[in-house]
């Protein structure tokens, strides 16, 4: 499970996270159950990596040099 801050304060436990890479080329993100959401980066560039659970999403973009 993840721990996901949310407005006010509250917690909201979720039970699975997707993880994704708008540019594989760049960096890549993972989906296993060991590495979960660990980024790792392949060449210089830019991607959005972002992460879902749900009605739940964010996302940021990751530079790469």
């Known amino acids: 499970t993840c721990a996901l801050p949310i407005c006010g304060g509250s917690i909201q436990i979720l039970q699975s996270v997707t993880w994704g890479s708008s540019n594989q080329v760049a960096a890549t993100i993972t989906n296993d159950a060991t590495n979960h959401g660990m980024a790792l980066a392949l060449a210089a560039g830019k991607s ?12 940021t973009v990751l530079t790469v040099q």
């Open 48 to 59: 959005t990596i972002t992460a879902s659970a749900g009605s739940i999403s964010g996302s």
